[in-house]
């Protein structure tokens, strides 16, 4: 990449981070819970899809820099535990900044590592109860490639949980 760093943008559902990558974002996702024990044993209903939260802090995303590591808790609006076997990341968009150099700025620009978060655990009742980590997110630096419309781009994170 030529000229200077680019500051990425990571976004995740409604909530927007510059430079760095703070507080809550979520995506509702629908779980099933089954309950270990007796033959008479009813799982549970879900009625209330469970948020994954990412809350992990990110640093600026850039040329040469570390990979940022992502993590996170769960808001579990059902009223009882709601058992979670994996969180999957995934990048569901890149938008280039207003005024960003031509060319193009994708997913293919950006590494994510763990992209399956192997949680395995029950997830109380509550806001920002359990807790996942294991995923990082980095620039994929492409020697001979002008990656310039990267700069002060935004990458949308989307989570799923099984």
Request: glycine share 14%; hydrophobic share 40%.
């Amino acid at each position: 990449m030529r000229g200077a760093k680019p500051i990425l943008t990571l976004i995740c559902r409604g909530a927007l981070f510059l430079g760095l990558l703070a507080g809550a974002t979520h995506t509702d996702v629908a779980v099933a819970y089954w309950q270990s024990g007796g033959a008479a044993a009813q799982p549970p209903k879900v009625t209330t899809p469970l948020r994954v939260n990412q809350t992990g802090v990110l640093a600026v995303v850039g040329p040469g820099s570390a990979p940022q590591a992502l993590s996170g808790t769960f808001d579990n609006r059902n009223g009882q535990p709601v058992h979670v076997s994996t969180v999957h990341v995934s990048i569901a968009s890149v938008s280039k900044a207003p005024g960003a150099a031509a060319g193009t700025c994708d997913a293919g620009d950006f590494t994510l590592e763990g992209r399956a978060i192997t949680v395995a655990a029950d997830v109380p009742s509550g806001r920002g109860t359990g807790a996942w980590a294991g995923a990082s997110i980095a620039f994929h630096s492409r020697p001979g490639v002008d990656q310039n419309a990267c700069q002060g781009a935004t990458v949308k994170l989307g989570y799923t949980a099984s």
